[in-house]
């Protein structure tokens, strides 16, 4: 059976109730999504991964992603939605590469959405709308800002991707700006 973003949703929300986490799965769903169009996949699943992708995060932190794949079976969703969310903590908490280039976006993508969304409450306009490369870039580069985002996983996700971090900046910054009243930005 073919799962919807409203499937997707409604997964999420039953084990997720942080406005925080909400918000950043809505921030990857965005990013995701904006890739796909970019790469020319189907925007909507992309976009369910990108939801998807913490959805045991907030109820079992010390075993994230030891859980997920139980939820999601259990939601109805194929092993190549359990296999890219295992992807997206690859090194970190999970053993599984990401292998597909969705898997390889969201990898490369769900740190980097933490780093663009702090950069933005430090900005006057608190908003991803006025954002530049050249921001984010610089707030990279401060190892002691948002000291707990992995720039390390950002940038072998851009060498995984074939991209200059630069590019994969910009187009998360995109990703964002087209669900900033979501994210509250």
């Known amino acids: 059976m073919e799962r919807t973003r409203q499937d997707a949703l409604n997964t999420l929300q039953t084990y997720t109730k942080s406005d925080a986490l909400l918000r950043h799965a809505y921030a990857v769903e965005g990013v995701m999504r904006y890739f796909a169009r970019e790469l020319g996949e189907d925007e909507e699943y992309w976009g369910i991964v990108g939801l998807l992708h913490d959805v045991d995060y907030e109820q079992w932190p010390q075993e994230h992603l030891q859980v997920a794949p139980r939820l999601l079976r259990e939601a109805g969703f194929g092993e190549d939605v359990v ?97 900033h009243e979501a994210l509250g930005l």
């Open 83 to 179: 296999h890219a969310v295992l992807a997206h903590g690859w090194g970190l908490c999970s053993d599984v590469k990401p292998e597909r280039k969705m898997e390889i976006v969201l990898y490369t993508i769900d740190e980097l959405t933490g780093l663009i969304t702090a950069a933005a409450y430090m900005r006057p306009s608190r908003s991803v709308m006025d954002m530049e490369v050249s921001s984010v870039k610089k707030k990279f580069k401060d190892k002691g800002f948002a000291a707990g985002v992995d720039r390390d996983v950002i940038k072998n996700g851009c060498e995984l991707l074939g991209m200059p971090l630069e590019d994969v900046i910009q187009k998360s910054i995109l990703g964002m700006r087209d669900v």
